[in-house]
């Protein structure tokens, strides 16, 4: 996919900053927009500063930030219901996580949130418009709950492939390693996660990138997937599924000791 960085209509000094900054860090061209027509128009996907944040315009779809499902489980988390990570995981104040699979950054933001203040939370993301739009989009005022917002700023968004992330990481370095890869067979109902599935990578989990998680987690491997998916084949034995859910969880307990 041919990908331009260009900024919203008359744009000011300032746009025009963040669009060569961004030009340089992601390695992608930036054009003026006057030099742009129809954004829609073609297979070339642009990546649009606006004031209010990164839009990628593909064809007749739009990419832009926002929190998915993290906002009504947080409050769900608030006013005293179990989370599923916390069913899985019990008390998780002050671990370290890595999200190899970021996306939204949904799943960081409820991790950043049980973690809390002493936590700590690095999320990958291989796609780069991904990346760009949900990093902005993290670093922004998105919840009228500034609480929110401090725990969306704790996160740390690297675009990197998880396999080569996760083989240079030393061994030990996160408390609990977490997966949510794209499902081969895409749930219907998610349809929040349509425009993402244009850009997302797609690859499959292995027992071999599994294996790679286990050395690199102290405490915990964790794998979502759909409710389906045989997690026997990468691996891992215990699973956990609520039961009006479409999807399961893929979970490795690791003995490791202090
Ligand atoms: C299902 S989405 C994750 C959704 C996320 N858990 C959330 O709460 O928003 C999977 C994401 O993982 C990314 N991804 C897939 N393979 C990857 C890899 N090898 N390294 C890093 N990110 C990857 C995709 O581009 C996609 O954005």
């Not at 129809?38 to 779809?61: P, R």
């Not at 990419?63 to 608030?78: E, Q, T, V």
């Not at 991904?130 to 009228?144: C, H, M, P, W």
């Not at 891992?236 to 999807?247: A, L, R, Y």
Request: proline content about 3%; glycine content about 8%; overall charge positive.
């Amino acid at each position: 996919m041919n990908i331009i960085i260009t900024t919203a209509q008359r744009p000011d000094d300032n746009l025009i900053t963040k669009g060569l900054n961004y030009s340089k860090s992601l390695d992608i061209p930036f054009i003026p927009r006057e030099k742009i027509g129809n954004l829609s128009k073609g297979t070339t996907a642009y990546l649009v500063v606006t004031k209010e944040g990164l839009v990628c315009h593909y064809q007749n779809h739009k990419l832009f930030y926002h929190p998915s499902m993290a906002m009504l489980r947080i409050k769900g988390i608030n006013n005293g219901n179990e989370d599923i990570f916390t069913t899985i995981c019990g008390d998780i104040k002050g671990f370290s996580i890595l999200d190899c699979t970021m996306g939204f950054g949904a799943d960081s933001l409820v991790w950043s949130f049980l973690s809390g203040e002493n936590g700590s939370i690095t999320a990958l993301e291989k796609n780069k418009i991904i990346y760009a739009i949900v990093s902005e989009g993290l670093k922004g005022n998105y919840s009228k709950w500034k609480e929110i917002n401090d725990f969306a700023r704790r996160i740390k968004p690297l675009n990197e492939d998880y396999v080569q992330f996760l083989s240079n990481c030393p061994t030990n370095t996160f408390d609990i390693v977490y997966f949510d890869p794209m499902f081969d067979i895409p749930i219907e109902k998610s349809s929040h996660l349509q425009p993402l599935r244009l850009f997302a990578e797609k690859g499959s989990l292995t027992k071999e990138i599994i294996n790679i998680g286990k050395r690199v987690a102290k405490k915990l491997v964790i794998v979502k997937n759909n409710r389906n998916y045989d997690f026997s084949k990468i691996g891992i034995t215990e699973t956990f599924s609520k039961k009006s859910s479409n999807v399961k969880y893929g979970i490795i307990r690791l003995n490791k000791g202090e």
